[in-house]
Nanobody, 124 residues
Framework: QVQLVESGGGLVQAGGSLRLSCAAS????????MGWFRQAPGEEREFVAA????????YYPDSVKGRVTISRDSAKNTVYLQMNSLKPGDTAVYYC?????????????????WGQGTQVTVSS
């Protein structure tokens, strides 16, 4: 069983930055592919960033590319999402996810474990 706990969300003005953290339980964290997704009210869950189990590969959609960086610290069992130049359209609940079966993925159904989410609100 893997437990994921997100933190770092909050209210920020447009143009500001936030760093989200996701602390994972489990001794095999370094073998998990990790991802961040977000969901705004009335919208489907949207892929934000992914990192391979080794940390050597990352992937971002065009909507956040250049503004967002995913990273991981296996010593701390933690994955991070650094978000810069935030826009009101980035407002959503952000979820951390772990996959035990793929190297890296943009697809929600390939992730086995999910955190409870952390709210990010960007004001204009």
């Amino acid at each position: 069983q893997v437990q994921l706990v997100e933190s770092g969300g909050g209210l920020v003005q447009a143009g500001g930055s936030l760093r989200l953290s996701c602390a994972a339980s489990g001794r095999t964290f370094r073998s998990y592919a990790m991802g961040w997704f977000r969901q705004a009210p009335g919208e489907e869950r949207e892929f934000v960033a992914a990192i391979s189990w080794s940390g050597s590969s990352t992937y971002y959609p065009d909507s956040v590319k250049g503004r967002v960086t995913i990273s991981r610290d296996s010593a701390k069992n933690t994955v991070y999402l650094q978000m810069n130049s935030l826009k009101p359209g980035d407002t959503a609940v952000y979820y951390c996810a772990a996959s035990t079966t793929v190297v890296i993925s943009t697809l929600p159904y390939e992730y086995d474990y999910w955190g409870q989410g952390t709210q990010v609100t960007v004001s204009s």
